[in-house]
């Protein structure tokens, strides 16, 4: 029989896979914004530059740009829509790193062949881990929340599907099904253990205290 304790514990479970999915419906839209297509403002004449003696002196610019010695272009700092931005990239032309704030949230993409694989933010004090599968799509996801840290993974279609967390009550995993409904909760707390196991309906079918 499940205790009051764990009722209360398994209630935490779902609103933190409920955040998850939340999570990662925002993803795509934060990557993309990440992803910024740069457009340089003014042009170089712009920038307040160095004259000899003038070691020190603070330089201003809307945006720089790093080349190697073929003229590809390497890396761009710049604010775009007022948001600072840092990018870069390989011999190719093709990102690899973006670092940027985002309405007061940091945080650094790493890409592989323009696609990302992994995301490193910091959301209103809660920091996150994303990473991405062959195909750019989320499929873990290791933060740490309010209630805790947590370990999400999802499938293909960026449903979580397991869910490792802990908080005040101790440790515990959560299994779900395609529809997101939980179908197995096995946790354990300071004085009892618990493997719960529940139909596609959500009711629970067996319980071992």
Not at 8 to 16: A, G, M, Y
Not at 26 to 34: D, E, K, P, S, T
Not at 74 to 89: D, F
Not at 176 to 192: I, S
Request: net charge neutral; proline share 4%; glycine share 12%.
């Amino acid at each position: 029989m499940v205790t009051e304790s764990m009722e209360e514990r398994l209630e935490k479970l779902e609103r933190t896979a409920r955040r998850y999915r939340l999570v990662m419906a925002g993803m795509g839209m934060a990557v993309l914004a990440c992803s910024v297509v740069w457009v340089v403002v003014g042009t170089a004449g712009r920038a307040q530059a160095q004259k000899p003696g003038e070691a020190g002196k603070v330089i201003r610019a809307s945006a720089f740009i790093l080349e190697d010695e073929n003229g590809k272009t390497r890396a761009m700092l710049g604010v775009i829509e007022g948001a600072p931005r840092l990018g870069l990239y390989d011999q190719s032309g093709k990102a690899y790193a973006v670092l940027g704030v985002i309405e007061g949230a940091p945080g650094l993409v790493l890409y592989d062949k323009n696609m990302p694989r992994a995301w490193l933010h910091v959301l209103k004090g809660e920091p996150a881990l994303v990473l991405y599968d062959k195909n750019a799509l989320p499929c873990a996801v290791l933060s740490v929340l309010k209630s805790g840290p947590g370990l999400g993974l999802t499938d293909e279609s960026g449903e979580v599907r397991a869910m490792l967390g802990m908080n005040e009550a101790g440790p515990a995993l959560t299994l779900f099904d395609e529809n997101g409904k939980h179908r197995a909760v096995l946790a354990v707390g300071k004085y009892a253990s618990m493997l719960d196991l529940y139909d596609e309906k959500g009711r629970a079918t067996w319980s071992a205290p």
